[in-house]
């Protein structure tokens, strides 16, 4: 479960035994780094966007591979959260730490933004959190940490967005499918309704955008992108046109 975890999270060219995140979490789980990185070579190899351009990965998968990545997609409320929490235990004890993988060679041991309640933060609540956790970092490795739009990749101005909103859809919550890497600016715009993709994966933005700001604001953030298509995920988390579909019928605002 921790090297699924991992191949989440990971670049596909990374996948090899000189990876020093794959030889620290080898050696913490008492594994070599070459069957570690051999394992997520495995998974790449069930993951239906890399067989769809042809990338194959090593044909090793074994039943057992082929049952957890199946389970992993389709109890993501139950296995995310789990895998989170077990690579968390492999580097601290502190349950209001977080492990954090986004853009680095090594998995950094961090303080969450929103700090953890206090000692009556029950368990499902830390669930929650690992949940989210995972969701963040999977998003942002599976598009190369950049927005899809505009290929800003700076990670703290990105942003895991949810195509049906999560408070509406709490089982889309953790689809990896259901979300999208987009800057802060763009994830705004998208959760209000002002911007919304078609079955092409093409932006649409809304009159009501362009009427409310200036030419500059206007130039600089929105204007290039209209009528493009976006940077689509490397693995594992190309948009659900269902869920595409239902943004543009529920949520963007065609005024």
């Known amino acids: 479960l921790i090297a699924l975890n991992l191949y989440c999270k990971i670049p596909y060219g990374k996948f090899h035994n000189r990876n020093p995140m794959i030889a620290d979490v080898a050696a913490r789980m008492g594994r070599t780094t070459n069957s570690l990185a051999m394992k997520l070579s495995n998974f790449a190899s069930l993951d239906p966007i890399h067989r769809a351009r042809g990338v194959k990965g090593l044909e090793g998968a074994s039943q057992r591979d082929r049952q957890l990545w199946n389970e992993f997609r389709e109890n993501p409320e139950r296995l995310m959260p789990e895998s989170e929490q077990l690579l968390h235990d492999l580097y601290t004890k502190d349950q209001e730490k977080e492990v954090d993988i986004v853009g680095a060679e090594i998995i950094r ?41 505009s290929g800003v990749n700076v990670s703290t101005l990105l942003v895991a967005s949810h195509i049906k909103p999560w408070r509406s859809f709490p089982e889309e919550r953790l689809n ?25 994966f093409r932006v649409v933005l809304s009159r009501d955008l362009r009427k409310s700001m200036d030419n500059h604001e206007w130039s600089v953030f929105f204007a290039p992108y209209e009528g493009q298509k976006i940077n689509l995920p490397n693995k594992l988390a190309e948009p659900d046109p269902m869920a595409l579909e239902y943004h543009r019928s529920h949520v963007f605002e065609r005024k």
């Open 109 to 149: 041991v961090t303080t969450p933004s929103v700090p953890f309640v206090g000692p009556t933060e029950t368990k499902a609540m830390v669930s929650v959190r690992r949940g989210q956790q995972f969701f963040r970092q999977a998003i942002l490795a599976a598009y190369d940490i950049a927005c899809c739009i």
């Open 176 to 200: 990896l499918r259901n979300g999208l890497c987009l800057s802060a600016i763009h994830d705004a715009a998208f959760d209000q309704g002002l911007l919304t993709l078609d079955d092409q």
